[in-house]
């Protein structure tokens, strides 16, 4: 056998995935390959349906002959040839959301080196007479501590006893550090009725009624409003005693009054009493209203049992130690062998090395300001997907192909370089990196772009541009080339100083929260505001848990969340929070559903002479419930495979091949501008801009169309699922919704919306925001994009830091302003 040369590039050979036009292309191994292209021109396409599904697939398939078999039937890429494409792991732009027993600690695996530390450096106490016990080679050799104080011999706690998954759980809170507790504010919602009237709401909801009665018999006045109770009453009515009460028993006929000896359950206890005997779903709900998540009194929400919280290192127990943000416990890490007796240093220093280099990744991906026991649950996407990418650079593979999918969602410019030395590392380690992003600051750090293009759906497909930042600059077809080398533009008019708050103000008063202190906002209404900082300085906190729900609750005069203190935001009659998240999670809902088109099509088409002759009503023509849809899909236009021990396996309808329609449908016609015939299925599979020319005269149809086609959703095809757009796409779908309801009394919040957005994108987003505000409208966006920060009219800069070095407006004024402000971190990328 000659000896094969060891192959330096995956080789792609006719690949066809989705809109991807037969291309060949070589894919360096061994580099950090950046991918580039506007939304829905291949990239994701090239990244995960080709290089990934290979790459997965074959791994798969070195498994066992038996999957093999299994795997390749059901799902080959559709792509001629890869050849030398190695194992790959792709690291999804949205990790699903972690469950209750996960906290950053456990995520990242920091607390695996924590627990290590406790288990075998910690200072005991004796269980026998409670002195302390000094931290001894003893507990690492499996053998006993002694006491020297009274001689007694015990066994430390293990690894596992510290650990809130496992035995070192909270036995009151099972782990979770959350219980739930009876909320007395919610028994007595409405104080000016009496008792009689149903005041105690869970004596009406969740016992008999005759509890009133009873209540009587305990010295409760039942007839006045229960604001004029006595303090003593109203403690009967919440913790009186379980005594029994002797009450004459009226039936609702008034026949037959029977004597009755009843237990008298105090408001509190009826709710705890049957949460104890909640038995389904259904049963929790009738309870839950009564109830308030709060954190464990017995663990205070650390999750430990008091056994694992016993030992201490550096005067610091395990609790305490995961309280601390990732940036304090590098800290106590870094002081704890020398801490030690002399001849634990090498196994402690050991230990917190293991820690430190975990920790030095996420700190590279800006992640400090996290506490070790935050929540899984409360984190960001972005920060989610940090952490992941943080997992794999620590877990040290070679020769894998790793494909990210924007990576820099959440990050500010600040943390960039941190997050290409992640992907430096895991290429110096032997891994090739693909990395589909829009950031030039991550594309330009790549040894090789690959440029999809030119533009979205049948416009793209091809390889625009390939090679290094350099090449791809200088070539002539390539869309990204501007942007590699030039710093942003501003594209807006600049408003002067002065002239910001001309169409008026929200001004805003909070209290604390979380890490963010008690702030006075003013944001200009009428204008672009941009809020800005690096992750966790507090924007979440700020814009979508404190302007929108204040803004919701004045508008429909309901109570403002308690920690906004006032807001002045005269006017303001809607607050829309437009994000990424997917649309719909059934695949009935499409593009011309979703932007109110269908309905007007469907009746168009039965105005056509040909449906009026079939009788079909505008009804007929819905792919949901009409006469027309199709019967083996059932109007869903796919249809699910069973194949065995594999999930199921959805491909296209084969009798209407994703039409959605019967055949019947495709006998109707309706005559366009051009005198071309066309039926309703045909439209359905048309581009946005295609069927404006399609449809003229049908005058609604047309405006939503031209919106779509504004917003720079031109290329999507009438007839596509909802669920499958990207999260870029969906956010411009809501905002067209949204369109023709755009005046001054409305705010529009956006987070991140050049997520998934190319640099020319983002001018097509610029003008969709200028268009809101020239109508009146005010907008702020959460923003790490400094395209779109330069050109807000308005910047206000949280920081300065992350978590309790942030939470404060570091700054706010015209880009320019903030950009010259020396003590702001986003100004300095400005
Ligand atoms: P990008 O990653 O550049 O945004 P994609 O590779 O996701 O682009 O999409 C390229 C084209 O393929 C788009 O027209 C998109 O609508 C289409 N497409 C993406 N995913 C699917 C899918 N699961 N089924 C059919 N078409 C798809
Ligand atoms: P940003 O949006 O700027 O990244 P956030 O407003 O999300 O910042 O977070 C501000 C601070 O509040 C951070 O320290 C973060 O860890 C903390 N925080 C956010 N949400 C929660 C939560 N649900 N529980 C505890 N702390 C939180
Ligand atoms: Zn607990
Ligand atoms: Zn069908």
Same mark, same amino acid.
């Given at each position: ?17 989705h809109n991807?036009?037969?291309i060949d ?13 506007v939304?829905?021109s ?9 290089l990934?599904?290979e790459?997965?697939?074959?791994y798969l398939e ?6 093999r ?9 559709? !792509?001629?040839?890869v050849l030398?494409?190695p194992?790959?792991l792709?690291?999804?732009q ?10 950053? %600690? ?14 075998r450096?910690a200072h005991h106490?004796c #269980?026998h007479c ?8 003893n507990?690492a ?6 006491c020297p ?7 430390a ?5 510290l ?7 909270c ?6 550090g ?8 919610s ?6 009725k009496?008792?009689?009237?149903g005041?105690?709401?869970?004596w009406g909801?969740?016992m008999w ?15 006045v ?11 009967i009515?919440f913790?009186g005693?379980?005594?029994?009460k002797?009450?004459?028993y !009226?039936p609702?006929?008034?026949q037959?009054a029977?004597?009755l ?6 408001a509190v206890y009826t709710?705890?009493n049957?949460?104890?005997?909640v ?8 309870v839950?209203?009564?109830?308030r ?9 650390t999750?430990l049992?008091?056994v694992?919280?016993?030992?201490q !290192?550096r ?7 995961a309280a601390?943000?990732l ?6 890490v870094?002081?704890?062998p020398?801490? /030690? ?13 293991s820690f +430190?280099s ?11 300001y996290?506490? /070790? ?6 984190l960001?996407?972005g920060?989610?997907q940090r952490v ?6 620590r877990?040290?593979?070679?020769g894998v ?14 943390n960039v370089?941190?997050?290409v030395?992640?992907m430096?590392d ?5 891994n090739?990196?693909?990395v589909?992003d829009?950031d030039?600051?991550v594309?330009?750090?790549?040894d090789?772009l690959?440029e999809? %293009? ?12 390939? %090679? ?8 002539p077809?390539s869309?990204?080339?501007?942007f +590699?080398?030039t ?6 008019p ?9 169409h008026?103000h929200i001004?805003i008063?909070?209290?604390?929260v ?6 006075e906002?003013?944001?200009?209404r009428?204008r672009?505001?941009?809020v ?11 814009v979508?848990e404190?302007?929108?729900p204040?803004l919701?609750a ?5 109570r403002m #969340?308690s920690?906004v203190?006032?807001i ?14 997917p ?5 009935r809902s ?10 007007e ?5 039965a ?11 505008a ?12 019967p ?6 796919a249809?699910?495979?069973?194949v ?18 019967a055949e ?7 005559e366009?501008a051009?005198?071309?015939l ?5 439209l ?13 005269g049908?005058k609604?149809?047309q ?5 779509l086609?504004d /917003?720079?959703l ?8 909802t ?6 796409e969906a ?23 050049t997520?998934?957005l190319? #640099?020319?994108?983002?001018e ?13 409208a005010t907008? !702020? ?9 330069r ?11 992350g978590?309790?070095a ?18 702001s971190?986003t100004?300095?990328?400005?």
């Open positions: 056998m000659s000896e094969q040369p060891t192959p330096d590039a995956i080789e792609v050979r006719g690949a066809r995935v991807l036009k037969d292309i070589d894919i360096p191994l061994g580099k950090l390959v950046g991918i580039a292209g939304s829905g291949g990239k994701s396409s090239l990244a995960l349906g080709v990934y599904a790459g997965s697939r074959r070195a498994l066992s002959t038996y999957t078999r299994r795997l390749t039937q059901a799902e080959h890429a559709q !792509v001629d040839e030398h494409v194992a790959a792709a690291l999804h949205r990790p699903s959301v972690p469950g209750v027993r996960s906290t950053f %600690g456990t995520m990242t695996e920091l607390n695996n080196s924590l627990r290590l530390l406790f288990s450096c106490v #269980p409670g002195a302390r016990v000094e931290p001894s080679l507990v050799a499996g053998l006993p501590l002694r104080t009274c001689g007694h011999e015990f066994y706690p293990g690894a596992e006893d650990a809130f998954n496992s035995s070192g759980a036995p009151t809170c099972g782990g979770t959350i219980t739930r507790e009876v909320d007395e504010a028994l007595v919602p409405d104080e000016t009496t008792i009689d009237e005041a105690v709401l869970p909801s969740l009624d005759l509890m009133k009665q009873v209540a009587g018999e305990m010295g409760v006045r039942t007839d409003p229960f604001n004029q109770l006595t303090p003593a009453e109203r403690d009515v913790h005693p379980a005594e029994k002797h009450i004459l !009226v609702k006929n008034g037959g029977t004597p000896d009843f237990t008298y359950y105090n709710v705890e049957a949460l104890a005997k038995k389904d779903d259904k049963g929790l709900k009738r839950a209203r009564f109830l998540e709060g954190p464990c009194r017995d663990c205070v929400g999750r049992s008091a694992a919280r016993r030992p !290192v005067g610091v127990d395990l609790a305490q130690a601390m943000t940036g304090e416990a590098i800290e106590w870094r002081g704890v020398a801490s /030690l007796p002399a001849e634990m240093q090498p196994m402690a220093t050991d230990i917190c090395d +430190l975990t920790a030095r990744r996420l700190v590279d991906l800006g992640l400090d996290l506490a /070790l026991d935050r929540a899984g649950s409360t960001s996407t920060e989610r992941q990418l943080a997992r794999v650079v877990n040290r593979s070679t192909l790793y494909v990210l999918d924007e990576p820099s969602i959440g990050l500010h410019p600040a370089d941190g997050l030395s992640v430096r895991l290429v110096a380690d032997g090739t990196v693909v589909v829009h030039t600051r594309l330009t750090q790549a090789y690959v999809m %293009g030119p533009a979205a759906g049948a416009v793209g497909g091809n390889v625009l541009a390939a %090679g290094t930042v350099d090449e791809v600059a200088a070539a077809k869309r990204i080339a501007p +590699l080398r710093s942003p533009r501003r594209l807006r600049i408003i002067a100083e002065d002239k910001l708050f001309d008026g001004r008063a909070t209290g604390a979380h890490t963010v202190k008690p702030l906002v003013d944001i200009p009428g672009l505001t941009a800005t900082g690096v992750s966790g300085s507090g924007k979440t906190t700020l979508l404190t302007l929108i204040a919701k004045q508008a429909a005069g309901e #969340p920690h203190r006032w002045d935001a005269e006017g303001i009659a809607r607050a829309n929070l437009i994000d990424a998240t649309i719909g999670a059934n695949v499409t593009v011309a559903t979703y932007a109110d088109i269908h309905d099509l469907r009746r168009a088409y105005r056509t002479p040909e449906a009026k002759e079939a009788g079909y009503k009804g007929a023509f819905s792919y949901n419930t009409g006469t027309l849809r199709c083996t899909c059932d109007g869903t236009g249809i699910s495979l069973d065995q021990f594999l999930p199921d396996v959805e491909i296209v309808c084969p009798a209407c091949r994703g039409s959605r329609y019947a449908a495709s006998h109707i016609h309706r366009s051009d005198g071309s066309l039926t309703l299925p045909q359905m599979d048309m581009s946005v801009d295609e069927a404006l020319d399609a449809t003229l049908l609604k149809v405006t939503r169309l031209q919106t086609h /917003l720079g031109g290329y999507l095809t009438l007839g596509e699922p669920p499958a757009l990207s999260g870029g956010q411009r779908l809501k905002l067209a919704s949204e369109m023709g309801r755009v005046q001054d009394d409305a705010v529009f919040v956006f987070d991140e919306p997520i998934g190319h #640099p020319l994108d983002v097509v987003l610029l003008g969709v925001f200028d268009g809101l505000v020239s109508k009146g907008v !702020v966006v959460i923003e790490h994009d400094l395209d779109l920060i050109n807000a009219d308005y910047v206000i800069d949280m920081g300065p830091g978590g309790d942030g939470g404060r407006i570091v700054c706010a004024g015209t880009p320019a302003a903030v950009a010259a402000f020396p003590k971190v100004g300095r990328y400005l």
